[in-house]
């Protein structure tokens, strides 16, 4: 695991949110204040307030694209486009090595009950399901960016 995917992690583990663990990994990384982004992206966990819709870790890696890749405005659509195509490459990635991009089925658990939010703790998938694919997308986002030159 390298020193960016134990940042995320150890986030994780420390009370940050799957968006926050992943998008605040690479504060230093793009350049970004961690404080904000961290409370940005607050709401996106659980899939989206605790939804479980699209999986906070992906949500996370396409907040970093975005930060990394993404236009400053309306104007620049060249800049979107490839921040659309990024975050599409990610989510796609996901969808295809664990058949599904939501934190319902990629959980099996209801967390917006404490009983399910329980149930992930008591049966360690916070460790097993969550950890896993932060590591996971937080390799796929460093490579994009790595390509893209922001890591040398």
């Known amino acids: 695991m390298t020193d960016l995917q134990k940042k995320a992690v150890a986030l994780h583990t420390g009370g940050s949110g799957c968006t926050q663990a992943v998008f605040c990994a690479f504060a230093d990384v793009i350049g970004f204040d961690f404080a904000t982004a961290h409370r940005f992206a607050t709401g996106l966990g659980g899939g989206m307030g605790r939804c479980q819709l699209v999986c906070g870790a992906i949500t996370g890696g396409i907040l970093a694209l975005g930060a990394a890749f993404g236009?400053?405005?309306?104007?620049?659509?060249?800049?979107?486009?490839?921040s659309y195509a990024k975050a599409s490459v990610l989510v796609k990635t996901v969808e295809k090595e664990y058949g599904c991009n939501d934190c319902q089925n990629l959980l099996g658990i209801d967390i917006s009950t404490e009983e399910g939010r329980a149930r992930v703790k008591e049966e360690g998938l916070a460790d097993e399901v969550c950890d896993k694919l932060i590591a996971r997308v937080v390799e796929l986002v460093y490579t994009e960016l790595e390509a893209g030159g922001f890591i040398k």
């Open 71 to 82: 236009n400053n405005s309306g104007a620049d659509l060249d800049a979107k486009e490839l």
